[in-house]
């Protein structure tokens, strides 16, 4: 795994982390029990918890998959969720949500959190799958901007 990827992958599982400890209605799934997702609701995620946007009321017991992406890039460029498709495809099959964070990558700390069913995110996301050739083993991926998902002025008004 390259150096790069190692340093995302950290970053992810630090914010997720974050993410478990704000938001109480979620509970942590280790990938022994599930890899396709990293939490359950665990009462009810109602939107006014922590930092959540407008959220749709999730059940309890449903499979949420939390995602981060960078407030900025390096390249200046607003940070991006890889969504996978073979989890992707799982997570619309069990009627799951994401949980997406917008995080600062100096303070590693989460600026905004927005749950979105899966469904909803499918019709949101650029047509084709990219493939992976790499050592990722990956079927295809696909890139969503957290600007897609958030307003701008919102996430970048409280860094």
């Known amino acids: 795994m390259s150096r790069a990827r190692a340093s995302s992958k950290a970053a992810g599982e630090a914010i997720e982390a974050e993410v478990l400890q704000a938001v109480d209605a979620l509970a942590y799934v280790g990938d022994s029990d599930a890899e396709w997702h990293d939490a359950r609701v665990n009462g009810l995620l109602d939107g006014t918890d922590t930092r959540l946007g407008s959220t749709p009321l999730l059940a309890n017991g449903t499979?949420?998959?939390i995602k981060a992406a960078q407030r900025r890039l390096n390249s200046g460029q607003r940070g991006r969720y890889f969504i996978r498709q073979r989890q992707h495809d799982r997570l619309v099959a069990e009627a799951a949500a994401y949980l997406f964070a917008v995080y600062d990558p100096r303070q590693q700390r989460v600026l905004a959190l927005l749950a979105v069913p899966a469904s909803i995110v499918d019709e949101l996301l650029p047509a084709g799958w990219t493939a992976v050739d790499d050592d990722r083993a990956e079927e295809?991926?696909?890139?969503?901007?957290?600007?897609?998902?958030?307003?701008p002025e919102t996430v970048e008004g409280s860094a």
């Open 63 to 65: 499979p949420v998959e």
């Open 140 to 151: 295809g991926y696909r890139q969503l901007a957290w600007s897609r998902l958030f307003d």
